[in-house]
C-alpha cells in the first residue's frame, strides 16, 4: 500500500491529467470528425440517432454506481493517509460487491424493457434499436466495473494512468470501428466494438499495476448483502451528485428525443459533446481535487490545494469557452450535415453550458474532498432539476439553443455551498473564486481578438494559426501557474 502524493507531486499530477484528458477528447473529437459522416452515410440520420443514444447511455450508465465510485476513492485515500492496510482491502473490495450487484440488477431491467417493448416504445427508436442500448447497458456494466478496480491508482494520486489508459482504448477504437463501418457493420457491431476498446486497456492497466495482488480482507463475502446495503447507503449522497451529472448533461440527449426524435437528438449529441471541450476537459482537473482534499489537514492546505486545481480549471475552461464562440461555427462544420444551419445564438450558448457545467464540477467534487458532500449533493440534484426542467422549456422556446441556456441557469443554486468550500480554506468567496481569475483577463482579451479577427477569414489555415496562438497564452498561462511557490 503507498502512500499518497505530496503537494509537490500534485502539481506535477494535475498536469499529467490535463494532458491525458486533453489527448483524451482529442481522440473521442477524431472519432466523430472520421467516423460520423461515414456512419450517416452507412445508417442514415436515424441509425446515426440510435448510435448516438448509446454513447449517451454510455456516459448515463454512470448512474448505476449507487456513489460507490466516489465513496471508494475517498476511502482507499483516507485509509492510505491513516497507513490502514484492512481498511484499504476492505474498501476496494466492497466497492467491486457492492457495484457489481448495482450494475446486474440495472441489466436485468434493461432485458425486461427490451423483451416487452417498452423501450423501443418511449424512445421512438428503430427496428431492433432496443436491443443496441440493452447490450450498451451491459457492456457499460463491465466496463464500469472494471474501471472501478482501477480507483487504487487514482487514489494514489495517480488518476492521469487512468485517463492514459482511457485515451489508449478511445485512439484504437477509430481504425476498429472505421473497419467495421466500411464492412457496413451494424450499429449493433459498432456499439460492441467502442465498448470493448474501453474496455482492454483498462484491464491492460489493472494489470500491470498489480491490482489483483490487492486479496479480500479476512472473513470476506463477496455476496454480503447487509455490507453492499451498508456501502449503498454510505455512497448515497455521493450518488445523488452523479444522478444530478447525467440529468442536466447526457440525459438532456433523452429528453430531445423524446421531443422530436432519435435524429435530431443525434445532433444535439454534436451539440453537447464539444461544450465537453469546457465542462469536462476543462474540469479535469476538479477530479484530483477528491483525494487531494481528503488529503489535506490544515485550511492552508484546502486552499492551496483547492485554488492550484482550480486555476487549471480556469485556464483550461475560459479559453476553451474563447475558442468555441469564436471558431466552434467552422470546427462544428465538419460534423454536422451540410445542409444543416446552426441556430441562432447556439454557440454562445454551448460555451455558458460549458462554463457553469466546470463550476458545478468544481464545487462538487471538493465537497467530496471535504466531507461536505451531503450539502454539495443536495445542492447539486436541486440545481439538476432546475436545469432540466427549463432546458424542457428552452426547446420549445429556443430549439436546441434554448435547451442549452436553460439547462445553465440552475448553477446559482450551487453558490452557498462554494462559498462554504471557500470558508474551509479560511477565504471569502472573492478571493477564493473571483480573485485568481484576474491574473487570466489580459491574455483572455488577447486571445479572443485574434480569434474574432481569425473567424472573419475563410481560410482554415487562419483558424489553425489563431488557435495555435491561443494554445501558446495558455501553455505560457499555466508554465505562471506552475512557477507560483505559493498562494498569492
Not at 462544428?332 to 462554463?355: C, E, H, Q, S, T
Request: charge should be positive.
Amino acid at each position: 500500500m503507498e502512500k499518497a502524493p505530496a503537494h509537490r507531486a500534485y502539481r506535477k499530477e494535475l498536469l499529467f491529467n490535463q494532458v491525458w484528458q486533453i489527448a483524451n477528447f482529442g481522440s473521442k473529437a477524431g472519432f466523430l470528425l472520421l467516423l460520423t459522416p461515414l456512419m450517416i452515410v452507412k445508417w442514415g440520420p436515424e441509425g446515426y440517432g440510435l448510435f448516438a443514444l448509446a454513447s449517451s447511455l454510455l456516459v448515463s450508465m454512470a448512474l448505476i454506481d449507487g456513489g460507490v465510485r466516489a465513496l471508494t476513492r475517498l476511502k482507499l485515500a483516507e485509509t492510505l493517509k491513516a497507513g490502514d492496510e484492512e481498511g484499504y482491502r476492505t474498501a476496494f473490495w466492497r466497492g467491486l460487491a457492492a457495484f457489481a450487484f448495482g450494475s446486474s440488477a440495472v441489466f436485468a431491467l434493461a432485458m425486461v424493457l427490451g423483451a416487452t417493448g417498452a423501450l423501443q416504445k418511449a424512445l421512438q427508436l428503430p427496428p431492433g434499436g432496443a436491443w443496441v442500448l440493452v447490450v450498451t447497458v451491459g457492456l457499460t456494466g463491465f466496463y464500469l466495473l472494471s474501471t472501478l478496480a482501477l480507483e487504487p491508482i487514482a487514489a494514489r494520486g495517480n488518476l492521469s494512468l487512468l485517463k492514459a489508459a482511457n485515451t489508449i482504448g478511445a485512439v484504437a477504437a477509430i481504425p476498429v470501428c472505421a473497419v467495421a463501418l466500411m464492412l457496413n457493420g451494424s450499429v449493433l457491431l459498432v456499439t460492441v466494438l467502442y465498448s470493448l476498446c474501453a474496455i482492454i486497456p483498462g484491464l491492460a492497466l489493472g494489470y500491470r499495476e498489480k491490482l489483483y495482488a490487492i486479496r479480500p480482507p479476512d472473513g470476506f463475502r463477496f455476496f454480503d448483502y447487509k455490507a453492499i446495503g451498508q456501502t449503498f447507503r454510505s455512497g448515497a449522497w455521493f450518488y445523488l451528485t452523479t444522478v444530478a451529472l447525467i440529468l442536466k448533461t447526457h440525459a438532456l440527449t433523452f429528453v430531445v428525443a423524446a421531443m422530436a426524435g432519435p435524429a435530431e437528438a443525434g445532433i444535439f449529441y454534436i451539440l453537447l459533446r464539444f461544450t465537453e471541450i469546457i465542462g469536462n476537459v476543462g474540469a479535469t482537473a476538479s477530479e484530483t481535487s477528491l483525494a487531494s482534499l481528503a488529503a489535506a489537514d490544515t485550511a492552508k492546505a484546502i486552499a492551496e490545494n483547492f485554488r492550484q486545481s482550480w486555476l487549471y480549471v480556469a485556464i483550461f475552461s475560459l479559453y476553451g469557452a474563447a475558442g468555441l464562440i469564436f471558431l466552434g461555427r467552422e470546427l462544428l462544420n465538419f460534423w454536422l450535415p451540410k445542409d444543416y444551419l446552426l441556430p441562432a445564438g447556439v454557440l454562445a450558448a454551448m460555451a455558458l453550458f460549458g462554463l457553469t457545467g466546470a463550476f458545478s464540477r468544481v464545487v462538487v467534487n471538493a465537497s467530496m474532498g471535504l466531507h461536505i458532500v451531503k450539502g454539495g449533493a443536495i445542492a447539486n440534484l436541486i440545481e439538476a432539476i432546475v436545469d432540466i426542467g427549463l432546458a424542457a422549456v428552452g426547446y420549445y422556446l429556443a430549439g436546441l439553443t434554448g435547451v442549452l441556456v436553460g439547462g445553465s441557469l440552475g448553477v446559482f443554486v450551487l453558490m452557498p455551498q462554494a462559498r462554504r468550500i471557500a470558508a474551509l480554506g479560511g477565504w471569502s468567496f472573492l478571493k477564493t473564486y473571483l480573485q485568481p481569475l484576474l491574473r487570466l483577463v489580459p491574455g483572455l482579451v488577447i486571445s479572443s481578438v485574434v480569434l474574432a479577427l481569425a473567424h472573419l477569414s475563410s481560410h482554415p489555415a487562419v483558424w489553425l494559426l489563431a488557435a495555435s496562438a491561443t494554445g501558446v497564452v495558455a501553455v505560457w498561462e499555466l508554465r505562471r501557474l506552475h512557477k507560483a511557490s505559493s498562494l498569492a
